[in-house]
């Protein structure tokens, strides 16, 4: 069975950088095709794919956010990192990772509210 | 970016009957190499995650009921619940996986009528 559960902050504030870890199980990071990818939701909105990366540390971003975020994998504790910079109220969302079989998001984990405020 | 736009944005249906929820991409996400839609559909009923529905346009998950149907391709998908049971009430979005930044569509919510 594969489990994914985010941690980190739950408040930050403008201009903070925030850093989201991912621990999974049931898989593991160095398999052919497998990734771990991060995508938000804004309440009440719909989902923002983040960054992914892969069993090879190829790594995916979303270009408008490329310039702030960065996605690292530790195989041997089964976690992954998503740090992002200059964060901003707009940046409040629940954060979800994911896991990625051969491209496709199988599952989530339940998801962290981070909310930016001063 | 590839733009996925679905339609309608909210729909009502009674119990027992069809709902059909629209997907469009931008741009083909067929892989013609392999001839697969990267394209998946996802319910998120509220307080939780989105669950994984349908890939490949029309590969249904792992213990997802059978009234749950996907199809389409190049540009245009469909997902098809064909007999609506109350606990099918959700917003269902679906996805392009075909490049990155992958895309969601805006979500349709879906209720009873």
């Known amino acids: 069975q594969i489990t994914l559960k985010e941690s980190g902050p739950t408040l930050v504030k403008p201009t903070q950088t925030l850093t989201l870890t991912c621990t999974f199980s049931?898989?593991?990071?160095?398999?052919?095709?497998?990734?771990v990818g991060w995508i938000r939701q804004p309440p009440g909105k719909a989902l923002e794919w983040l960054a992914l990366?892969?069993?090879?540390?190829?790594?995916r971003y979303s270009p408008s956010l490329e310039s702030r975020l960065i996605i690292t994998k530790d195989t041997s504790k089964n976690q992954v990192v998503l740090i992002m910079t200059n964060m901003d109220p707009v940046d409040t969302a629940t954060y979800y990772c994911t896991h990625v079989s051969t491209t496709v998001t199988t599952t989530w984990g339940q998801g962290t509210l981070v909310t930016v405020s001063s | 970016d590839i733009v996925m736009t679905q339609s309608p944005d909210s729909l009502a249906v009674s119990l027992g009957e069809r709902a059909t929820i629209n997907c469009k991409s931008s741009q083909s996400v067929l892989y013609r190499s392999n001839n697969n839609n990267y394209l998946s559909w996802y319910q998120q009923k509220p307080g939780q995650p989105p669950k994984l529905l349908i890939y490949w346009a029309s590969t249904r998950e792992s213990g997802v009921p059978d009234r749950f149907s996907g199809s389409g391709s190049g540009t245009d998908f469909t997902l098809t619940i064909s007999s609506l049971q109350a606990e099918d009430v959700a917003v269902y979005y679906c996805q392009q996986y075909y490049s990155t930044p992958q895309t969601f569509g805006q979500g349709t919510r879906l209720e009873i009528k």
């Open positions: 990366i892969y069993w090879d540390d190829d790594k």
């Open positions: 049931g898989f593991s990071l160095s398999t052919s095709g497998v990734g």
